[in-house]
């Protein structure tokens, strides 16, 4: 059964790189019948949708992080990653990573939806 | 910044209904685009709960059920039970920003 595990630094200083890795198990990663995903979540908040990307490298960023974040996946190690530059505390949250998906033929990718998540991890950024 | 507005929170009696709204605007929603729903019970990863508007995946109880209609779209709980309380999501596509997810503002649901 696929899994996704995230990994990385639990703190991060102001001003610096968040960067966290996503490592799929158990499943293929270079399918088009997926995307990947980051999503994180404020203490106390909602959810936001960070970004995705296509096993061919293909990405879709939140407007909001655009200028600030990359997705990069590595097919060869099942693994596909985030860098988020100049954090802030307002960066502070648990990421998650996601599989976006369909079970039902021939839906167009925009009807997809996260099928598959990881545990979370939570950043904090603080001096 | 969530673009799809739900109730911060609902409450009810084990046994009782109970329906969260969504509400999005014309180029999500209103555009055709699907609205799939997530529960987060305490401390957890959220959890796939309706997709494509009103299907359940395996393994979610019938007591779940979701709908959708013009800009807004519906997750009801019926039969209330301690277990359902949880923070539940909408999420949908905005189709004025290519490729762009965009999830509900959560709401949290009490059972009394």
């Known amino acids: 059964q696929l899994q996704l595990q995230e990994s990385g630094p639990g703190l991060v200083k102001p001003s610096e790189t968040l960067s966290l890795t996503c490592t799929v198990s158990?499943?293929?990663?270079?399918?088009?019948?997926?995307?990947w995903d980051w999503i994180r979540q404020p203490p106390g908040k909602g959810l936001e949708w960070i970004g995705s990307i296509y096993y061919s490298g293909s990405t879709y960023y939140n407007p909001s992080l655009k200028s600030r974040v990359t997705i990069s996946v590595d097919t060869s190690k099942k693994q596909f990653s985030l860098k988020l530059k100049s954090v802030t505390a307002a960066d502070t949250a648990v990421y998650y990573c996601a599989r976006q998906h369909d079970v039902r033929p021939m839906t167009t990718a925009e009807h997809w939806y996260f099928d598959l998540w990881g545990r979370g991890t939570l950043v904090t950024v603080s001096s | 910044q969530s673009v799809l507005t739900q109730p911060p929170s609902v409450s009810g009696a084990p046994g009782q209904r109970v329906t969260i709204s969504c509400t999005g605007s014309?180029?999500?929603?209103?555009?055709?685009?699907?609205v799939h729903w997530y529960q987060q019970l305490p401390g957890t990863a959220p959890k796939l709960l309706i997709y494509?508007?009103?299907n359940r995946p395996s393994g979610v109880p019938d007591r779940f059920s979701g709908s959708k209609s013009g800009t807004s779209a519906s997750l009801a709980i019926t039969g209330l039970q301690a277990e359902d309380e949880a923070d539940y999501y909408c999420?949908?596509?905005?189709?004025?920003?290519?490729?762009?997810?965009?999830f509900g503002t959560g709401t949290k649901v009490t059972v009394l």
């Open positions: 999420q949908s596509y905005d189709g004025s920003l290519s490729g762009s997810r965009v």
């Open positions: 158990g499943g293929s990663i270079s399918s088009s019948s997926y995307y």
């Open positions: 014309s180029s999500k929603i209103g555009a055709g685009y699907d």
């Open positions: 494509g508007n009103s």
